[in-house]
């Protein structure tokens, strides 16, 4: 097959087609999540259906969009979503980041989910609790599980497509396309970042999600593979999957939300890590650019 599919496709018809993708795929995917009880006899609330729905999700609402959508407009679409070639070294930098940024993304958390909003706002104020419970909720009946098995969906579901679907189509696609539009990378990342937090819809948790969206955005950026940030990403939601199990079956009794925690002498020390990783990893650019 030739590529691009679409010759010659100006800005808006860019972001036409990419709408269109994105809208049509969260379409098939709610339409096939809704079929599957239907067509099994399952009840829609239990384990396998909200997994299935999950899945069906990410694959058409985050995976084949950015995958249509590149090889439509781009004549190298693989290399364009940034799978390039990286290194451990790379990977390693980026996974230690996301854990050195935790005791500060804590702290900023705490605050998040403490944000009262003026006696006019009432209204808007529990629509946003009220979606953050059900979304909460939802995610807490996927990842209490007390056996390898569920363990295993888990990190499959909710870190690997998770990392794989939502890097392709923010940081490959969204973030990538912004930059050019805003002929600035920190707009761009900005932006990007801040899309990624508020499509999740868990208006308490946006500022933490924004800082890991700047976080994976700057390293693409560096970096130019999309695997780095995928890497990263899997390990948040991995841990996060992982601490969940262990909470189930006993082993530990830790509070997930609240992981990272620490006093203020160690949060400055892990700001002052991720600051150093991430000017080690520019630095390392650099010399490969030369």
Request: glycine share 8%.
């Amino acid at each position: 097959m030739e590529f691009p599919i679409i010759k010659k496709t100006n800005k808006l018809e860019r972001i036409f087609v990419l709408a269109a993708l994105i809208v049509i795929g969260l379409i098939l995917g709610t339409l096939i999540g809704v079929a599957y009880p239907l067509i099994t006899g399952c009840n829609p609330t239990d384990m396998n259906s909200l997994r299935f729905i999950q899945i069906c999700s990410q694959i058409f609402t985050f995976i084949l969009p950015p995958i249509i959508y590149s090889m439509l407009i781009n004549d190298r679409p693989f290399k364009s979503l940034g799978f390039n070639k990286t290194t451990l070294l790379w990977i390693l930098i980026g996974v230690a980041m996301t854990y050195t940024i935790m005791p500060l993304n804590s702290i900023i958390g705490e605050w998040n989910a403490n944000i009262k909003l003026p006696e006019s706002m009432s209204g808007l104020e529990e629509w946003m609790k009220t979606m953050q419970e059900s979304a909460t909720e939802m995610i807490e009946k996927l990842v209490y599980v007390d056996n390898i098995g569920g363990l295993i969906i888990n990190l499959f579901m909710i870190a690997g497509l998770a990392a794989f679907g939502e890097e392709l189509l923010f940081r490959s696609i969204i973030q990538t396309s912004l930059i050019k539009l805003c002929k600035n990378a920190h707009i761009g990342i900005f932006i990007a970042s801040a899309i990624f937090s508020f499509i999740h819809l868990e208006f308490y948790g946006f500022f933490p999600r924004l800082i890991i969206g700047l976080l994976l955005g700057y390293m693409y950026y560096y970096s130019r593979s999309i695997w780095i940030p995928m890497a990263m990403h899997f390990a948040n939601n991995g841990t996060i999957v992982f601490l969940y199990y262990l909470n189930s079956i006993g082993a530990v009794n830790i509070d997930v939300e609240g992981f990272g925690k620490t006093g203020i002498v160690i949060t400055l020390l892990s700001v002052v890590a991720t600051i150093a990783l991430f000017w080690f990893a520019i630095k390392k650019n650099k010399k490969i650019e030369n």
